[in-house]
C-alpha cells in the first residue's frame, strides 16, 4: 500500500502496523528480521503527525515524541553501522 492509502485507513497506519506483527510471527519475533516494514511505520506515523500535529492521536502509532526518539534512535544505529 502507499503512504497515502496507509494515511487514510481507519485507523491511520494500521496496515503498516499489522504487517510488523505478521513479519515479527514468520520470523520467529526477530525484530532485526523486521527492520524495514519498522521503518515503514514510522515513515507512515511521521506523515501522519505531519498532517495532523502532534494533538492527534493513533492506536497504531506511538506518541510524537517518543516516535522521533525512536526514529533518532534507528538513525544513530544506522550510522554506527556504516
Given at each position: ?58 492506536v ?23
Amino acid at each position: 500500500m502507499s503512504l497515502q492509502k496507509d494515511l487514510s485507513t481507519d485507523p491511520p497506519c494500521h496496515p503498516r502496523a499489522c504487517a510488523i506483527q505478521d513479519c515479527l510471527t514468520k520470523n520467529g519475533y526477530k525484530e532485526e528480521k523486521c527492520q524495514g516494514v519498522i521503518d515503514a511505520l514510522y515513515d507512515c506515523c511521521k506523515a501522519f503527525y505531519e498532517k495532523k500535529g502532534d494533538d492527534a492521536s493513533t492506536v497504531s502509532c506511538p506518541k510524537p515524541d517518543l516516535l522521533r526518539l525512536k526514529i533518532q534512535q534507528r538513525q544513530d544505529a544506522a550510522g554506527k553501522k556504516s
